[in-house]
């Protein structure tokens, strides 16, 4: 398959960044949702909506598999290709040259609709009235992880998600997201997030994406009901040196970018205005997916990120509860060989402080953060060993 690529000029990812989220701008308080979208939400048990979610991905998952397997009878992945850049879902080089071919070789004005998608699933799962209720670009969501984790397997590319969790993610997507305190958490393609993190990463304005897994967005709402998109974080195989210490490189999941529009705040049940908080959400999220994000058969056993030591560490310090905690302190050396030609891209010169979490994380060293900031995060720090040991 790789091998047609070269005759054809692959579509440039959608110009258009976050097609499908507005603008966001710093100091702004974000609305609560609706009682209506509120009301929506709960007219079925959370239980039975995931489950329906889950039977979707399934259906997904096996019709793009289908496609494949049987040589593109239909034209649905040319097809399929195109709608997912109509919605911004960019999954990868494949669609690109899907997408492309079926627009060489039809003149006629293109038909890749949201109600033609749902037709197509649904005739694979006789439940058409399901997936023509999902919004499109939920449903764009899951579509983009079943093909893009189904080309990452097919052509062995490094930091491939693991198939049971992809699976997982595209039913979530399906299921609106996950909601963390009126914050829609996304599945992202991995062109928006780096833009996204050159645009708003303070210290390191740069996307690493080699090795990597996931690319998470924090969505909200704006005053006008739109969605935005808010927050990134991206996470995978770690890229450097590697020592074991119980837990391979396999089972090693690294958080390498969080980026975050400073200044947006949300008010809680009462009407008092707290941050958003999204930056810790994400982090939150990835702490979650670890122990299902092991490649080569391995679990996920170990978290790891960094923080510099000229930074508070308070999206960190946040999930002290969580089992997050600040475990050495590394000195920056003048970088060499491919770190020396990185330039400003490296950060190997700046002192760090190393974040672990899992079950093959090392002991905290609380002296490490800010004293004001030892106690409470110590409190929720026992409160996770407590809770692991019961």
């Known amino acids: 398959m790789q091998s047609g690529l070269s005759g054809f000029k692959l579509v440039p990812p959608p110009p258009k960044l976050f097609g499908r989220f507005a603008a966001a701008g710093a100091d702004q308080t974000i609305p ?7 009301a929506a939400r ?17 259906v997904i998952w096996e019709s793009i598999r289908f496609a494949r397997d049987h040589e593109n009878p239909w034209e649905e992945l040319p097809f399929l290709g195109c709608w997912l850049h109509d919605h911004g879902a960019y999954a990868g080089e494949e669609a690109d040259y899907y997408c492309e071919r079926y627009l060489e070789g039809n003149r006629k004005q293109p038909k890749w609709t949201d109600d ?4 197509w699933l649904g005739t694979q799962a006789k439940d058409q009235a399901y997936f023509r209720g999902v919004p499109p670009p939920d449903l764009a969501d899951a579509v983009a992880l079943a093909w893009r984790t189904q080309e990452d397997q097919a052509h062995g590319i490094e930091g491939v998600i693991p198939e049971a969790l992809a699976r997982r993610l595209a039913a979530e997507a399906l299921d609106a997201g996950i909601l963390e305190g009126g914050v829609r958490l996304v599945n992202l393609p991995a062109d928006d997030a780096c833009k996204f ?46 020592k074991s210490r119980g837990c391979s490189q396999h089972g090693t999941l690294e958080l390498t970018r969080v980026a975050a529009i400073g200044g947006l705040k949300t008010r809680d049940r009462k009407g ?11 982090t939150a999220r990835m702490l979650d997916l670890l122990p299902e994000s092991g490649r080569e058969g391995e679990r996920g056993c170990r978290f790891v990120t960094y923080s510099l030591d000229s930074e508070q560490g308070t999206t960190y310090l946040a999930l002290a509860a969580k089992g997050l905690r600040p475990v050495a302190y590394n000195k920056g050396k003048p970088p060499t060989g491919a770190r020396a030609k990185a330039g400003p891209r490296s950060l190997g010169h700046v002192n760090k402080i190393v974040w672990e979490a899992g079950p093959a994380a090392r002991p905290p060293r609380w002296e490490l953060v800010p004293r004001a900031q030892r106690p409470g995060a110590e409190r929720a720090f026992q409160q996770y060993l407590q809770r692991s040991a019961a």
Not at 43 to 58: F, M, S
């Open 116 to 119: 033609r998608v749902a037709w």
């Open 42 to 58: 709960v007219q079925q048990t959370a239980d039975q909506r995931r489950a329906r979610a889950r039977r979707g991905a399934e």
């Open 32 to 38: 609560t949702p609706t009682a209506r979208a509120a």
């Open 272 to 282: 008092r205005v707290r941050p958003l908080g999204a930056s810790s959400k994400l």
């Open 197 to 242: 993190i050159e645009e708003h990463h303070s210290a390191l304005p740069y996307c690493n994406r080699r090795g990597l897994m996931f690319a998470l967005g924090a969505v909200v709402p704006n005053a006008d009901g739109d969605p935005m998109l808010v927050a990134v974080a991206t996470a995978g195989s770690p890229t450097g040196a590697w």
